[in-house]
C-alpha cells in the first residue's frame, strides 16, 4: 500500500491509502537509478516580530501548537534553521551586540537582547527538536566598524584591527549562544553580500571577503578551537545593481568571478565548508554545484512575497523547492514563520507560514505551510535525491529515506485533474497510477 496526502484550496492534508501498481516505465515520472546529495533538513528564521506574534498576539495554546507543528520530529521536524547575528530586518529595531564606538576588544559586547527575544524562541523550539541545528548570519556588522556608521548601506573596514575585532566578535557570538544551550554549527558571514538596503545590510566585494574569511575568521575559529563551520553567503545574487565591477554582482560571469575569487584561493577555501544561495542566487547554483562538488550547497531563504499569502506564489514556492533540490541543495530554509498581519518596521507585507491576527489572535496556517509539510513531513534527514525522467520532472521530486521509503512529491499547477503515473524501474512493485486534483500539491509514501 502506498500513502497518498493532498492537498488543495479547497480539502488540506487529505490522507488515503491505496494500492500500488506493478508499473515498468512512465513517461510522466520515472526514477533513473541515480542518487544525489543527502538532505540535512527544513527550517526557518528566528525572527524577533514572530516571537512578538506568537507570544503577545497569539494565545498560549496556539503558539504551543505551532512549535509542536514546527519542530516535532513527527510533524514538520524543522531541523536546520536561522538566526541572524544581531538585527535583521524582521527585528522589532536595529542592534548589534557591541555599539561602543572603537571597542575593538569588545568589553562591551552582550547578547542580553536576545535574552529577550530569540533565545527564548530557539529554545522553545528545542523542546520538540533537541537536535536543532542553527545557522547564523548577521545582516550588519555594528556600526562603529562600518563606513559609513549606519546600520543600513556601508562597507567593512578593511583595517586589521577592525578585521581582527569583527572575527572576534563572532567568536563571542558562537561562546554566548553555546553557554545558553544553542549550538550555531554554520556561520555564513554576511546576509546578501550584494544588497544595499534600506534595513541591515553590508556590501562586499570579492576581495575583501576574500581576505576576512581567509586571514581573520578562518584563522581565529581555527586558533580559538571553535568547530563551527565557516560557509560563504549568504549570496542573493546575481542580480542588476546600482554598482559595477566585480564587486557587486550584477551580471551573471561578473557573479561567477565573486565566487570563483575566492573558491579558487587555497588558503581561503580550505575554511570554507559550504555556499548558501536565495532569491536570485537560484540562478547560480547549478554552476557552483557542478564546480565544487565537495562543497554542500544549501538554501539560506526562501522568497517572501507580498503578504497576501495566495495560494499561486505557494505554487511558485513549490518549483523553488524542486529547483534548488534537484540542483545540489541540502536544506531548504523558509523566512518568517509567524507574522501578525502588520507591515514589519521598515513596510514590507511578506507572506509566512502562520499568520496570527493582531485584533483577535486569530491563528492561520497559510498555504505555504502545506507546501513545506508535504516535503519536511516525510523527507527526513540523510534522505537521498533521486534522479527522475518524465513530463512531470518540473513539478515532482523523489527522494529515498535512510529506511529505504520513497517519498514523491508532486504538484498539478493546471486548473484541471490531470492523470499521473509513476515508475521505479528498479523496483516495479512500487509504480503509480492516479489523477492529481486541480492546483493541488500531492506526497507520496511508498514504503
Not at 575593538?104 to 527564548?120: G, Y
Not at 565557516?230 to 551580471?251: H, K, Q, S, W
Not at 503578504?307 to 523558509?334: C, K, P, Q, V
Request: net charge negative.
Amino acid at each position: 500500500m502506498t500513502t497518498w496526502i493532498s492537498t488543495t484550496q479547497e480539502n488540506k492534508f487529505v490522507e488515503q491509502k491505496i494500492d500500488s501498481s506493478t508499473q515498468n516505465a512512465s513517461a510522466d515520472f520515472q526514477l533513473t537509478g541515480e542518487k544525489f546529495q543527502a538532505i540535512r533538513g527544513f527550517g526557518g528564521c528566528f525572527n524577533e516580530l514572530g516571537y512578538q506574534a506568537l507570544t503577545q498576539y497569539a494565545s498560549e495554546d496556539d503558539a504551543e501548537q505551532v512549535f509542536k507543528e514546527l519542530f516535532d520530529p513527527s510533524e514538520m521536524n524543522f531541523t536546520f534553521n536561522r538566526a541572524p547575528v544581531g538585527a535583521n530586518d524582521f527585528s522589532l529595531n536595529w542592534y548589534s551586540y557591541d555599539e561602543t564606538d572603537g571597542d575593538t576588544e569588545l568589553k562591551d559586547f552582550s547578547v542580553e537582547r536576545d535574552e529577550q527575544t530569540l533565545i527564548p524562541y530557539i529554545r522553545r523550539a528545542q523542546k520538540y527538536q533537541p537536535d536543532l541545528e542553527l545557522f547564523a548570519s548577521p545582516w550588519s556588522p555594528p556600526t562603529w566598524m562600518k563606513f559609513p556608521k549606519v546600520y543600513n548601506f556601508g562597507r567593512l573596514v578593511m583595517e586589521p584591527e577592525n578585521l581582527q575585532a569583527y572575527a572576534n566578535y563572532f567568536v563571542k557570538y558562537v561562546r554566548a549562544y553555546a553557554e545558553r544551550g544553542i549550538k550555531v554549527t554554520h556561520l555564513f558571514p554576511q546576509n546578501e553580500v550584494f544588497a544595499d538596503q534600506k534595513f541591515p545590510s553590508c556590501l562586499y566585494t570579492s576581495e575583501d571577503m576574500k581576505v576576512f574569511v581567509r586571514d581573520y575568521l578562518g584563522p581565529t575559529f581555527e586558533r580559538e578551537g571553535l568547530d563551527t563551520k565557516i560557509c560563504l553567503g549568504t549570496l542573493n545574487g546575481p542580480e542588476d545593481m546600482a554598482f559595477t565591477g566585480v564587486g557587486y554582482g550584477m551580471r551573471m560571469d561578473n557573479y561567477n568571478r565573486w565566487v570563483d575569487n575566492i573558491l579558487f584561493d587555497d588558503e581561503a577555501r580550505k575554511y570554507i565548508s559550504g555556499v548558501g544561495y536565495q532569491w536570485a542566487g537560484r540562478a547560480a547554483i547549478q554552476r557552483t554545484n557542478e564546480s565544487w562538488p565537495e562543497l554542500e550547497i544549501f538554501q539560506t531563504e526562501s522568497e517572501c512575497g507580498n503578504g497576501e499569502n495566495a495560494w499561486d506564489y505557494a505554487e511558485y514556492i513549490f518549483h523553488l523547492m524542486n529547483h534548488y533540490f534537484r540542483n545540489g541543495s541540502t536544506t531548504y530554509t523558509y523566512w518568517n514563520m509567524v507574522l501578525t498581519e502588520v507591515v514589519s518596521t521598515w513596510g514590507w507585507m511578506q507572506n509566512s507560514l502562520y499568520t496570527v491576527n493582531s485584533q483577535t489572535g486569530e491563528l492561520t496556517r497559510n498555504p505555504e505551510y502545506y507546501v513545506m509539510k508535504h516535503f519536511a513531513k516525510f523527507v527526513k534527514s540523510g534522505a537521498r535525491v533521486l534522479g527522475s525522467t518524465g513530463h512531470f520532472n518540473s513539478m515532482a521530486i523523489a527522494f529515498e529515506n535512510e529506511d529505504g521509503t520513497v517519498v514523491v512529491v508532486a504538484q498539478n499547477a493546471l486548473d484541471r485533474d490531470m492523470p499521473f503515473t509513476f515508475a521505479n524501474p528498479a523496483r516495479p512493485e512500487q509504480g503509480l497510477s492516479v489523477t492529481l486534483p486541480a492546483r493541488s500539491f500531492n506526497t507520496f509514501v511508498l514504503d
